[in-house]
């Protein structure tokens, strides 16, 4: 027997070092000037002419729309972009993260377009700077092509044309000022082609002032109030939007991916919702199983911005009543004013076990990703 | 419905078919028996996913909070931790005997 083997195996640190490490949603800085050679004309020509402008971030009219009301923090931390595949391999490198799911900066907000023919273009041109510029400059970077919910037929086909892409791993489904919520059957051709192609869905929402909901933000003093609500009220509605008419019922591969709206609202949720099924099942008969059950077996819950209790060990009950670690991606929303370091995953009382899965086990196995070179 | 001692039992008849289940939702304890006997609705990929109404005459819901069971099974609809049990009934000359 060496030395080695005396020591207890749980008594050994577990480090990033010794598994995959997959972070389930980090920012690519995607501005007009950057999209504007990969978009068809005439659109070209309007992202040419917001080229160069300096805008703050979310906040480009006719590209990011979006209603900013504050004024900007007095004394705060500064706005991080990344703005190429090289900055972003060497800073997920730095945060000793192996993959990134990459999405986008200003097309968070890209359900708040109106005009179809425009969208519909730029979602194209996302998709093409996202494999040209990111996926296919470095390793580990790997993406969710974005699905117009303004032009459903179309996002179908660019579901089809991206579903044997080996970098793409999944459909950004915008979320936030998306009207109708993603469960309305105009969305059908998108959840169909998503359901066929066997690449999950993914919700990300953004705080977001606009009529759709969560509307009213506007009424909020400060952006204390309307980050709070903003991305855990937009899960929560279309969460409900989904289930309410049947989509997973209706589509019975589709997988779904919510992110960076942390994790504690999901088991009341699911209670609230299993509670109502009870009332008003007749309302819903194409639910073939409680909604928790759905969601137990087909939705996954991204960390970021996870909870901070002052007792960890609430957390990790949350984790449990979710579903347990299994429906849990860690994710760092890097590099964002509010992201998450992988050690706030590690320093959790849980099994090393559990760790494991919830930092890149899930995430390789739901995105169809091979293990990293050394890890596993 | 009756009464055998302690216990209200209701006695539905299915299509010239007995069945026997307490008069307690096992959800809030409400007075399930007292409920509307009728059918439900039914969505899926055999209706072409559009609404039909099924099984008239199986399903009683609860008056409290509406939850369906299905009377030849005691088991509710919606939930299986919401069931009750169903007694035995025996019809022999033109008298209906549960056994409790």
Excluded at chain 1, 58 to 74: E, M, T
Excluded at chain 1, 96 to 120: K, R, S, W
Excluded at chain 1, 197 to 204: N, Q, T
Excluded at chain 2, 52 to 65: D, K, N
Aim: glycine share 6%; proline share 9%.
């Amino acid at each position: 027997m060496t030395a080695t083997e005396t020591i207890p195996t749980e008594r050994i640190a577990l480090t990033l070092a010794d598994m995959a490490v997959v972070d389930a949603d980090v920012h690519v800085n995607d501005t007009p000037g950057a999209l504007a050679p990969y978009c068809d004309l005439p659109w070209r020509l309007s992202l040419q002419a917001l080229d160069g402008a300096s805008y703050p971030y979310l906040q480009v009219p006719g590209f990011a729309p979006n209603l900013r009301l504050d004024p900007p923090i007095p004394g705060s931390h500064p706005y991080r972009s990344v703005d190429t595949a090289a900055e972003m391999r060497a800073e997920l490198s730095e945060l000793e993260i192996d993959v990134g799911i990459l999405f986008p900066d200003h097309m968070l907000t890209f359900a708040a377009l109106p005009n179809i023919d425009y969208a519909t273009a730029l979602a194209q041109a996302y998709n093409r700077w996202l494999m040209e510029e990111w996926l296919l400059k470095q390793p580990g970077l790997y993406g969710v092509m974005l699905a117009s919910p303004q032009n459903p037929e179309a996002a179908a086909r660019e579901i089809e044309r991206y579903a044997k892409v080996e970098k793409i791993v999944g459909i950004y489904l915008p979320t936030a000022g998306v009207n109708p919520l993603w469960g309305h059957r105009l969305y059908d051709p998108i959840m169909a082609a998503a359901d066929a192609s066997g690449l999950p869905v993914c919700l990300h929402s953004v705080t977001l002032v606009s009529p759709a909901f969560p509307c009213q933000l506007d009424q909020f003093e400060n952006h204390f109030g309307r980050q709070v609500l903003s991305h855990s009220f937009a899960m929560m509605a279309n969460l409900t939007s989904l289930i309410h008419s049947g989509v997973p019922a209706r589509f019975p591969n589709l997988r779904v991916v919510f992110t960076e709206a942390g994790i504690a609202w999901v088991p009341y949720m699911m209670w609230r919702m299993d509670k109502y099924f009870n009332e008003y099942r007749r309302m819903v008969p194409f639910l073939e199983k409680r909604p928790s059950e759905y969601i137990k077996e087909r939705m996954w819950f991204a960390t970021q911005p996870i909870e901070e209790p002052d007792n960890p060990k609430d957390l990790v009950a949350t984790i449990d009543l979710l579903g347990g670690p299994e429906r849990v991606l860690f994710a760092s929303d890097w590099p964002h004013h509010d992201f998450d370091h992988p050690r706030t995953i590690m320093k959790l009382p849980m099994p090393a076990a559990a760790k494991r899965q919830i930092m890149g086990e899930n995430a390789l196995a739901l995105f169809g990703i091979s293990a990293p070179v050394g890890k596993l | 419905m009756v009464r055998l001692g302690r216990i209200e039992v209701g006695v539905f008849n299915v299509d010239g078919e007995f069945y026997a289940l307490p008069n307690i939702c096992p959800h809030q304890f409400g007075p399930l028996c007292a409920g509307t006997v009728n059918g439900t609705t039914a969505c899926s990929a055999a209706t072409d996913w559009r609404f039909a109404w099924v099984r008239e005459g199986e399903i009683v819901t609860c008056p409290w909070h509406g939850i369906e069971f299905d009377i030849t099974t005691g088991k509710s609809l919606s939930s299986p931790r919401l069931r009750v049990r169903t007694y035995p009934v025996a019809v022999a000359d033109g008298q209906v005997t549960v056994t409790i």
